[in-house]
């Protein structure tokens, strides 16, 4: 009943801080919300979040990474890495989607536990493997995030619309430079996760993880191009969120798409 009650709490959260970034980008007049508020009350529930997830995640049998549970451990990764660069960073509009798909995996979470430990003797190779994997996730899920609002903004400025919510939004420039540093960080990450694979994947066909290295592969090459293209010859705007959205694509069936075949249809 706690357990059910704090996820309620966090879920409330998130949406409250998620409404109020919705009001600093939406309305016109009357009480716009103060921006610290907004991150406030979205760290208020990434706390509870962290309670919830300390419950039901960790325990001395290991870490349970049923795919429910790994899905809210993810969302968590998310919000945490988005609040803390909304510090000082101008990325705190990004809530707006990803802080309702934080409170939504959180009610899943709640609503549809399954176990699948990672027993805690599992090696260390194989927990900096996880531990990378899901931040290099993580963030470059925030980039794809990135990438729609991107999007919009670039529609509205090319329709000669720059009224309305991409009023409150940073200068293209300085999306396009938050989008591409996002995904520094994220390629980073994904080939250090893709490398530290390497220590414990001893038998790839009888772990059932060719297709997910495969697709992560794939994300990586895309992703890499990406960065190459625009080192090298300037890629930027449609080109850029095109690339970025695709890669996020072929990641989550890597990452989520693999784990659910294996989990509800393979039962593995």
Known sequence: MTHTLLAYIATASYMAAAVLIGMRLFRKEGWIPDRALAISVAFVGLAIHSW??????????????????????????????????????????????????AALSLILETHFAEVGFM?????????????????????????????????????????RQPGGFVRTLPPLQTMESLLFEMISAGFVLLTLALLS?????????????????????????????????????????RTAITWTLGGFVILILAYFGSKAVLQFVLHR
């Open 52 to 101: 919830v997830l300390w419950d039901s995640i960790f325990s001395s049998a290991g870490i349970n990474l049923g795919f429910y549970h790994a899905l809210a451990l993810t969302s968590w990764t998310i919000i945490a890495l988005l609040l803390v660069s909304s510090l000082n960073k101008p990325v705190d509009n990004l809530g707006l989607i990803l802080l309702p798909a």
């Open 119 to 159: 027993r805690a003797s599992a090696s260390w190779p194989l927990k900096i493997h996880v531990l990378l994997s899901m931040l290099a996730y993580s963030l470059l899920t925030l980039a794809a995030v990135q990438a729609i609002l991107l999007s919009v903004q670039d529609h509205h400025l090319r329709h």
């Open 197 to 237: 694979g390497l220590a414990f994947l001893e038998n790839m066909f009888a772990q059932h993880l060719v297709h997910k290295t495969v697709l992560s592969v794939l994300a990586w090459l895309v992703f890499g191009g990406l960065l190459i293209g625009r080192f090298r010859k300037g890629w930027r705007g």
